[in-house]
């Protein structure tokens, strides 16, 4: 199984900072990595597929770079509806998997 | 747009069977989309269980796969879950989802549905 390595596993920030998030694999999975938000009692949201692209409907403060087996996940300028928790997956390989999530508190 | 809805027992005594299914309207069931099932336990993360094709072809995750079958009911358009032998490991919220054929993943969720494993 390909691991994902989120860091931090949480963190804590304020309205309007700039917040990255990092996802490592333990191996190569080619642009096949998507973001997803999570909010309590709610199912997951996609907010970004295909490494940097955007879901449409998704605010253009969050943004995704990386290659390989590095990604990131960028919000610019946090606004309070950010804190989640988010998760990154691969889907280049099967099982996909999540990384274990990122708690984003205020 | 694809609606799904989980349905299913909320408690299943350990060593029983966990039975789910997942009603899908808005599009065929026959349409080009993997329907597939992902587990959270309470406070934990996410977990790819697998999914299958309407022509019956199914990806399982290894780690549940000699426990696991997904099949799909074409005449009442919804798929469904069985893992057998349960434990309190499996107590979990259980999503079905959908993903497009060569689409990015997990377009559409159901809203999830809690099973409890316990005596």
């Known amino acids: 199984d390909i691991q994902m390595t989120q860091s931090p596993s949480a963190m804590s920030a304020s309205v309007g900072d700039r917040v990255t998030i990092t996802c490592r694999a333990s191996?190569?999975?080619?642009?096949?990595l998507a973001w997803f938000q999570q909010k309590p009692g709610k199912a997951p949201r996609r907010l970004i597929y295909?490494?940097?692209s955007l879901q449409s409907g998704v605010p253009s403060r969050f943004s995704g770079s990386g290659s390989g087996t590095e990604f990131t996940l960028t919000i610019s300028s946090l606004q309070p509806e950010d804190f989640a928790t988010y998760y990154c997956?691969?889907?280049?390989?099967?099982?996909?998997?999540f990384g274990q999530g990122t708690k984003l508190e205020i | 747009q694809v609606q799904l809805q989980e349905s299913g027992p909320g408690l299943v005594k350990p060593s029983e069977t966990l039975s789910l299914t997942c009603a899908v309207s808005?599009?065929?069931?026959?349409?080009?989309?993997?329907w597939t099932w992902v587990r959270q336990p309470p406070g934990k993360g996410l977990e790819w269980i697998g999914e299958?094709?309407?022509?019956?072809?199914?990806n399982y995750n290894p780690s549940l796969k000699s426990r696991l079958t997904i099949s799909v009911d074409k005449s009442k358009s919804q798929f469904s879950l069985k893992l057998i032998s349960v434990t309190a490991a499996d107590t979990a919220v259980y999503y079905c989802?959908?993903?497009?054929?060569?689409?990015?993943?997990?377009?559409?969720w159901g809203q999830g549905t809690l099973v409890t494993v316990s005596s």
């Open positions: 989802a959908a993903v497009g054929l060569g689409a990015p993943p997990f377009d559409y």
């Open positions: 808005g599009v065929s069931i026959s349409s080009s989309h993997w």
């Open positions: 299958i094709y309407h022509s019956g072809t199914t």
């Open positions: 191996q190569g999975v080619s642009n096949f």
């Open positions: 295909a490494v940097f």
């Open positions: 997956l691969q889907h280049n390989a099967y099982p996909y998997t």
